[in-house]
């Protein structure tokens, strides 16, 4: 019988992992891109008031906020390359985003220029 292929997932653990790293990140991510909270908020749909308890350690992001954080942040190379070096942006979130079989490599560049 033959073995099928797995699509890459993350567990809850490194979800929740990645979600506290973007939370701590995310005031000098928002810097870099010259957005207030209100601003970001209105690309994302967060509310200034979420993004405030989220920066401060007062409430875990959900799991569509960061993807949706991310999806924001990623197209900024600086802060592309800030994700990366802080482990946030990672091959294996990029394979789940892009959802690739478990061993396949991604599409998105992810090394740092």
Known sequence: MKK???IVSLSTETK??????????LPS???ILCLSQN????R???SRIRLS????????MTWSQFTSFMLILIFNPQCKNILIRKEI?????????ECKYIGEEPDFEIKLH
Do not use: H
């Open 44 to 46: 994302t749909g967060v």
């Open 4 to 6: 099928s292929k797995q």
């Open 29 to 31: 991510l928002r810097k």
């Open 53 to 60: 308890m989220i920066e401060c350690g007062k409430y875990r």
């Open 39 to 42: 601003d970001f908020g209105e």
């Open 16 to 25: 929740n992992q990645l979600k506290d790293a973007l939370a701590e990140a």
């Open 89 to 97: 942006l990672t091959p294996e979130l990029v394979s789940y985003f």
